[in-house]
């Protein structure tokens, strides 16, 4: 069943603390990305990768980091430096690059609150 | 960059209603355009795209789009809504990157 994955649904973080979101595709897609999604603001990208080892920031990275060491795998950490980090997370992917009017495909997302 | 504007951020009908809701982007160039439902407690879901060609394109579940070049516009339509379409939408525009709006909320009451 082919598809994208996040984990956890529901995620709580203390203040100072770092936590990180899982994201993992099979769909053999190339690109992933990570928007956060806040009511009455759509979705806004943090980051984005095309390839294995190679991210990109998006609108609104600062306070996030991420790696891609694999290509079925895009893990998002919030860091202690993002001050409003309660969100609706969401992982997508495609088979390009974030242009040229690839299809973005999204996993269930991630519900992150601060205790 | 682009953006996209949609103008509505609750929309509420009764079943079999028809249904409108804008879509406006700024950008100058060539453009792909699409329309995303996220149904409570579901995945963010392609509803309809358009790349090119006929500017007026259907989706699934009965909603049709049409591209409107010279208003820079790309409306979701459907004729008769149902309590099931209860969910919010949203419209994205690809271009260099893909931008989404701030999507609109559709309650429909049975």
């Known amino acids: 069943d082919g598809g994208i994955t996040q984990s956890p649904k529901y995620l709580f973080r203390k203040e100072g603390q770092n936590v990180t979101l899982s994201c993992e595709q099979n769909?053999?897609?190339?690109?992933m990305y990570w928007y956060r999604q806040d009511p009455g603001q759509g979705l806004r990208l943090i980051y984005y990768?095309?390839?294995?080892?190679?991210?990109q920031k998006g609108d609104i990275a600062e306070g996030y980091s991420v790696s891609r060491e694999k290509k079925e795998s895009f893990p998002l950490t919030v860091t202690s430096a993002q001050k409003n980090p309660t969100a609706f997370y969401l992982c997508?992917?495609?088979?390009?690059?974030?242009?040229?009017?690839?299809?973005?495909?999204f996993g269930a997302g991630t519900r992150l609150s601060v205790l | 960059a682009q953006s996209v504007s949609q103008h509505n951020h609750h929309v509420i009908l009764s079943e079999a209603a028809s249904l409108e809701l804008g879509c406006n982007y700024s950008y100058g160039g060539t453009v792909n355009l699409f329309w995303y439902v996220q149904y409570p407690g579901q995945h963010l879901q392609l509803l309809l795209k358009y790349f090119s060609g006929d500017p007026l394109v259907k989706g699934i579940k009965g909603f049709e789009a049409e591209f409107i070049k010279s208003k820079f516009s790309f409306n979701l339509r459907k004729p008769s809504v149902q309590w099931s379409d209860t969910a919010e939408y949203f419209c994205?525009?690809?271009?260099?990157?893909?931008?989404f709006g701030a999507g609109t909320r559709l309650t429909v009451k049975p």
């Open positions: 997508a992917s495609s088979k390009g690059g974030p242009g040229g009017g690839n299809i973005q495909y």
């Open positions: 990768s095309q390839i294995v080892n190679d991210f």
């Open positions: 994205a525009v690809n271009a260099n990157d893909m931008r």
């Open positions: 769909l053999n897609h190339d690109a």
